[in-house]
């Protein structure tokens, strides 16, 4: 796979939105890979603007009635745990740029240390 102006803006995208599907039915897989539902699934679908917080969910007007509803109750669940796993992840990541960060620092303290001169015994007779 080479780097191309769409495989950035496929990762920038990938790491701004987050997709959310619950697939009721059949499923398929596209040439990257994907899970796609089967031409008779019913879909669920929510994307989530990590920058901006925006949240946009889309679905037929059958999962508002039995006994799609409570599908959609497990979506909204789903949404929830994504959200969770998010938060974990930054605060993870914080964790790691912190520990870098203290790491940077002592190699610093201990690169300085080394150059201090080395005091030497005299020789000054007794």
Do not use: C, W, Y
Not at 8 to 34: C, H, P, Q, W, Y
Not at 45 to 63: K, M, Q, W, Y
């Amino acid at each position: 796979m080479g780097l191309s102006l769409e495989n950035i803006k496929d990762a920038m995208d990938n790491l701004i939105n987050l997709d959310i599907r619950t697939i009721v039915g059949e499923v398929d897989f596209d040439s990257k890979g994907k899970m796609q539902p089967a031409t008779r699934s019913k879909q669920i679908v929510s994307r989530l603007n990590l920058l901006d917080g925006d949240i946009t969910t889309a679905f037929p007007e059958e999962f508002l009635q039995s006994p799609l509803d409570s599908v959609r109750s497990f979506h909204a669940l789903r949404e929830r745990q994504a959200m969770e796993i998010v938060q974990g992840n930054i605060r993870a990541l914080q964790h790691l740029v912190g520990l870098i960060d203290t790491i940077n620092r002592q190699e610093k303290i201990d690169k300085n240390d080394n150059k201090l001169p080395v005091e030497t015994p005299s020789t000054q007779p007794i």
